[in-house]
Nanobody, 126 residues
């Protein structure tokens, strides 16, 4: 079973920064093999919101809701994917997940991704 392990979540004050990391378990993050995405699920919400995606053609996508504040990066040598989050707001509090798909193309919805981590909690509080 392919899956990820996320880390880096925690408690941060508004305006602060966090860097989340995602390491695959059971496979290697070849750039052209997997598209990797970061999602989050806010408290009380059933839907996972897409944040940033690193596609297997080298392009990236960032949702308007976090553009200019969040950025995805992948380090194939270290076999990790990171999400740098700056300027955190109260509404960024959520469980954050990384996910992957080996399908070619541009996918934005959670159900289109096949491999998931268990999530890491981000809390934004004074």
């Amino acid at each position: 079973q392919l899956k990820f392990v996320e880390s880096g979540g925690g408690l941060v004050q508004p305006g602060g920064s966090l860097r989340l990391s995602c390491a695959p378990s059971g496979f290697t993050l070849d750039s052209d093999s997997y598209a990797i995405a970061w999602f989050r699920r806010a408290p009380g919400k059933a839907r996972k919101e897409v944040l940033c995606i690193s596609y297997n053609d080298g392009s990236t996508y960032t949702a308007d809701s976090v553009k200019g504040r969040f950025a995805i990066s992948r380090d194939n040598a270290k076999n990790t994917v990171s999400l740098q989050m700056n300027g955190l707001k109260f509404e960024d509090a959520a469980v954050y997940y990384c996910a992957a798909t080996s399908k070619r193309g541009y996918y934005f919805l959670a159900h289109e991704y096949d491999y998931w981590g268990q999530g890491t909690q981000v809390t934004v509080r004074l």
